[in-house]
């Protein structure tokens, strides 16, 4: 079965802070991919990766970057963090040219 | 207007059958699929249907594709409480196209005794 962990299930940050949310995969899969949750408002892409060290930006990129040094592994980073992304983060992975997203469990970040 | 689109609540009795709609407006859509989130947790592959299908089943869930009106729907027979979770429809171009599905809003399922 194809794998999704993510680093924290929850997650209580001071506005300001430098944030981290980890995500690895261990399918091999090439593409991976961070979305937010908000109620009322599905799934919004924030980036996505293709390969190690490339990166897309999705719908919602400001206030986020992201790192993928390994394949396996996919970064997403709150620079300074703002209470406006107090969310939920889902991390998703697939295979090239496949469509079919396997989701990790989420991060439920709160950020006062 | 969104891309695809989901009516946001569903409410069934237990025993009942559950019919979750979704329309989508992209007619190059080759996959379209179904995702299922239990509360606090990430979305789950049900299931998916390529655009040259009509109709697919597997055990209880029954998924309906009117390609000309652009609509999908998601039959959960003998619903279950259990089955009350968030219901994702997804559609995308697939293969060499756009691989990033474009999601609806989802639908949340309330299943009461």
């Known amino acids: 079965d194809v794998k999704v962990t993510q680093s924290s299930r929850y997650l209580v940050k001071r506005t300001g802070e430098k944030v981290f949310l980890e995500c690895v995969q261990d399918?091999?899969?090439?593409?991976m991919f961070w979305y937010r949750q908000d109620p009322g408002l599905g799934l919004r892409l924030i980036y996505f990766s293709y390969d190690v060290k490339m990166k897309e930006k999705g719908d919602i990129p400001e206030g986020y970057s992201v790192s993928r040094e390994k394949k396996e592994r996919f970064s997403l980073i709150l620079e300074s963090a703002s209470t406006n992304q107090t969310s939920m983060y889902l991390c998703a992975s697939s295979r090239p040219q496949r469509d079919t997203q396997y989701f990790g469990p989420g991060t439920r970040l709160t950020v006062l | 207007g969104e891309d695809v689109e989901q009516s946001l609540f569903l409410s069934v009795r237990e025993g009942d059958s559950s019919v979750i709609n979704c329309t989508y407006t992209?007619?190059?859509?080759?996959?379209l699929y179904w995702y299922k989130q239990e509360p606090g947790a990430g979305l789950q592959l049900l299931t998916y249907i390529f655009s040259n299908m009509d109709m697919k089943q597997d055990q209880r869930l029954t998924v309906l594709l009117n390609k000309k009106d652009k609509h999908l729907s998601l039959r959960i027979a003998d619903t279950q409480t259990g089955d009350s979770a968030i219901y994702f429809c997804?559609?995308?171009?697939?293969?060499?196209?756009?691989?990033?599905?474009?999601f609806g809003r989802g639908t949340s399922l309330i299943v009461h005794p």
């Open positions: 992209d007619s190059s859509s080759t996959y």
């Open positions: 399918m091999d899969h090439e593409n």
């Open positions: 997804a559609e995308s171009k697939g293969g060499g196209g756009s691989y990033i599905p474009t």
